[in-house]
């Protein structure tokens, strides 16, 4: 059994090559050589011992990093998924302001187009108080020339009541004279008496006269406005827009009162 393992070199699994056949035989005994090479087999065991340990290390090393880098991977999706739901939560965010904002211009276009009708409202009124105003003007000058007229009348009317009040002084200062002359005849006392019942008629009519056309001006000063404000509406009806390119002469002209 020792003679066939001297015979042969690689019987535990050694190769040594060509160098194996021309290896000498040595002094040391067989059982040397299977020491040596028990030994030389520990020592390459210890050798992939430790070259596994170092691979089992490794594999811990990568296991801890894989570890570490699921842990990273869970963060990281855990980040995503935070992320998603902010970006969810903006856009919500996002399309409420959108909606706001829509709401908001919906809003501002309603009020822009009230601000239109009433500043066209406030056009119309301002047309309105122009037309208006240029009738109370044609009103009050018609009105005013109406007066002149009339005062116009009345002074004359005064002035003649004035004339006829000193023309019947006179005659009473006449008549009075003629009384004292108690020596004249009783015809001409008389006629002077005549004379003096005549013109204290006259008189009382022409006073009558005066105190009727003073009540007929008060009376038509009075229904005046009355008057040309159905004149204006009987106008509107035959014209409805009122024609401001008229004068104030066709509302003016005084009606001629006897």
């Known amino acids: 059994m020792s003679k066939d393992l001297g ?40 050798k992939q011992r430790n070259q596994n340990e170092k691979i089992q290390d490794n594999v811990k090393g ?9 842990d990273q991977n869970e963060k990281m999706q855990d980040e995503m998924k935070d992320l998603k739901q ?78 006829l009040t000193n023309w019947t002084s006179q005659l009473k200062d006449r008549i009075d ?8 005849e009783t015809d001409n006392l008389d006629a002077v008496q005549n004379v003096q019942h005549t013109m ?3 008189l009382a009519t022409v006073m009558e006269q005066q105190h009727k056309h003073i009540s007929d001006t008060i009376e038509f000063q009075t229904r005046l406005p009355d008057m040309i404000q159905r004149e204006l509406s009987i106008q509107r009806m035959f014209d409805p827009e009122p024609r401001l390119d008229r004068g104030p002469d066709v509302y003016a002209k005084p009606t001629q009162y006897e």
Do not use: W
């Not at 050694?14 to 087999?41: H, M, W």
């Not at 809003?107 to 601000?115: A, G, K, V």
């Open 200 to 202: 204290q008629k006259v």
């Open 62 to 70: 990568f296991e801890q990093r894989l570890e570490e880098q699921y």
């Open 86 to 163: 902010r970006l969810e939560e903006h856009s919500t965010r996002n399309e409420k302001i959108q909606d706001t904002t829509k709401k908001l211009e919906l809003s501002l276009e309603e009020q822009y187009n009230q601000n239109e009708k009433m500043q066209d409202k406030i056009k119309d009124l301002e047309r309105r108080l122009e037309e208006q105003y240029c009738q109370n003007e044609m009103i009050q000058k018609t009105r005013d020339q109406r007066f002149e007229y009339y005062n116009g009348k009345i002074e004359k009317l005064d002035e003649s009541v004035q004339k």
């Open 7 to 46: 015979n042969d070199p690689n019987r535990l699994g050694l190769n040594y090559g060509n160098k194996a056949s021309k290896v000498t035989k040595s002094s040391s005994t067989p059982f040397q050589r299977i020491q040596d090479k028990i030994k030389e087999l520990e020592r390459s065991l210890e």
């Open 177 to 184: 004279e003629d009384f004292q002359m108690r020596d004249q």
